[in-house]
Every structure is written in C-alpha cells, then in structure tokens.
C-alpha cells in the first residue's frame, strides 16, 4: 500500500499520504509568466537559501501557456503553482475543475506597466494609444480617419501614422499570443487606441466579437514581430537596432536602464510613480495561481506563499520593488495577503 501511494498520482478528492508524495517529488513545480519570472525567482532563490526546502523550480511558458499546463491536472506530473501578467480567465478556471483541479488561490502580488521601449541611441518619441492602434492594429479606418471604411493597415512608416512622428519603418519586436503581457497590451494600448474612434467603440454595443476582432487584432505582415518569451531578448535586439520598439514589462525596463528607454504614453511616463497611480495608461496586475491540493502535500508551498506575502518580499520597502514590483495598495495587500494564508479558493470569474 505505501509503496502504490509513492507511485500514485493526485486523483480529484482522494487523500495522497504527504510522505509518499514528498518522495515522489521534493521540489515546488511552477510555470507561467514571463513578466512575472523574474520576480517568483528571486523569491524562490531567496526561499531556498533561508529555509530548509529546496529552491522551488520555476519555468518561463507565458501566462497562457502556464494556464494550460496548471489547469492539465493534480499530481506530481502537473505544476503547483503559475504565474500571471494578466487575471485568471473564467474558461481558465473551468478548465481546471474539469480536470478535478476543484481549489484554486488567486494571489494579486503588485502591479506592472507594458511598456514600448526603444535604445537610448534612438531618438525620444511621445506616443499616444492611438498612435500604437494606427501603427499595429490589423484593420484600420481609411486614411487614419474617423469614419473612413476599414481596410488592412497600410501604414507601413511611423509618419504614416503621424508626421510628428520618425520617418522610418514601423518595426515592434514583441510577446506571442501565449503571452499575458500580450493580451494585456492588446487590452489595454491597442483596444484603448481604438476606442478614440467614436464609430468603432460604438460597434462594441452592436457585436462584441466584431468589436474585439477590430480593437484587439494585431497585424500579420511583419510590422509586429513575435518574439517569444524572452523579454532579455527583445532588449538585446532594440541595442542592436536603433530603430525598432519592444513591448515589455516595467521591470525589464527598470533592469535595463544602461540600454532602453520607454516612451511616454498619451503624455505619461512609463516610471514607477505613475504606474503605482495608474496615471500611466498600460499597466496591469500580476498574480499567481495555487493548487490548494497541493499544499502540505509537495513541502514547502505553504511556506514559500509565506515568503512572497511577507513584507519583506512584496511590501512597499521590500526587495522586490528593486526589480520594478509596483506594490498593491495597503487594502489590497492585506486582502490578498488573507487569501494567502487562509489559501481561500476561488468562487468564480
């Protein structure tokens, strides 16, 4: 019998002997975001140095990608954990209790802002929301103009787009569909540029997935570049490249400062201030997700949410706004900092 409960894998609702398991495996297994990558590892690095459980192991899919192999299943062949650069998805949660994933904590740890980012050798540029709907979108009203009839973009120079902007070729290096930060600056700077157009934020009351197909669509013709999931990457590129943009997190920013700098956007400045406020209009929350099941049967998760919730970590003097952690607010944090050590699942999206 103890030998078939080390083997076994999590069934939805069965009770795995916590030995067993800890001899099935011994480590922490998380996945997701790679916004949010940097900041899970230097807790998990910190973790493990001051504690008596291994370094969790923490792998860079995306939020979505994380998603999917979260919500695959219990078990020790499945992650504990994923981080993401964007809420949980209802389709997500669903998802998982299909897959007798039943109990799952939501934990918001702080803020981040998408920024578009270019080398410091390139000259500044002042950005709006509808420039980067102009510059990105799939379809665009004919003529940049309100009421023109939508036709495949075709502005292929960031003056095409507007004269007071660099006459060359509008090249965006940026994260794949997989990716939060993705569908975050979807949302957030290219459906928010849409909405500027009077006619084509009316569609939305009319037919949401026309309006979404419009204010969310990315072009297909080389404008925007996938670049994967490696934001140290895209940095490496724009050095390289004096005149193309990144799409990426604050803290690749704030970590890269020697290299890049953000634009500012409709007038705002992508720094810290702004984003804490909210005044800077493409920033989001970050969150991860926990398999309640898994807690106390896989050692130390329960002690490694501790170390992310501490002060310490995620507090607003806390090690993790040097690497460009916008913290919540103090409500936020002490609600959030409840769900953490009550592990209160989530009732719905």
Request: with cysteine.
């Amino acid at each position: 019998m103890h030998n078939r409960l080390v083997a076994a894998v999590f069934v939805a609702g069965a009770v795995v002997a916590a030995a067993g398991a800890a001899q099935a495996r011994d480590q922490i297994n998380i996945v997701g975001s790679s916004t949010v990558y940097p900041f899970a590892t230097v807790v998990a690095e910190t973790f493990g140095r001051g504690s008596d459980f291994k370094t969790p192991k923490i792998e860079s899919t995306g939020s979505g990608g994380g998603m999917k192999l979260f919500c695959a299943g219990l078990g020790t062949d499945h992650p504990d954990i994923t981080n993401a650069s964007r809420r949980m998805k209802s389709s997500e949660l669903e998802k998982c209790r299909e897959n007798g994933v039943m109990d799952v904590v939501e934990i918001k740890i702080g803020y981040d802002g998408i920024v578009v980012a270019n080398a410091n050798a390139a000259p500044e540029v002042q950005l709006t929301l509808r420039h980067l709907f102009l510059a990105l979108a799939k379809q665009v009203p004919e003529g940049n103009q309100e009421g023109g009839q939508l036709v495949d973009n075709p502005n292929q120079m960031w003056s095409d787009v507007d004269p007071s902007l660099p006459n060359v070729a509008i090249e965006v290096l940026g994260p794949p569909p997989t990716s939060g930060t993705r569908d975050a600056f979807n949302e957030l700077a290219i459906e928010g540029g849409c909405k500027t157009f009077p006619g084509l934020k009316a569609i939305k009351k009319e037919d949401k997935n026309r309006y979404k197909a419009i204010c969310r669509g990315i072009r297909e013709d080389g404008a925007y570049i996938e670049a994967g999931e490696n934001d140290n990457l895209i940095v490496q590129k724009l050095a390289e490249n004096p005149n193309a943009f990144g799409v990426f997190g604050f803290s690749f920013l704030d970590q890269n400062r020697d290299a890049v700098k953000g634009a500012s956007i409709d007038g705002v400045a992508p720094e810290f201030e702004n984003i804490a406020t909210r005044a800077y209009p493409v920033s989001r929350p970050l969150y991860f997700y926990v398999k309640k099941a898994h807690v106390d049967v896989i050692p130390g998760i329960r002690e490694y949410i501790g170390a992310f919730t501490s002060d310490d970590a995620w507090g607003d003097e806390g090690y993790l706004t040097d690497r460009g952690l916008i913290p919540l607010p103090t409500d936020e944090r002490a609600q959030f900092g409840d769900n953490a050590v009550n592990l209160t699942p989530l009732e719905s999206l």
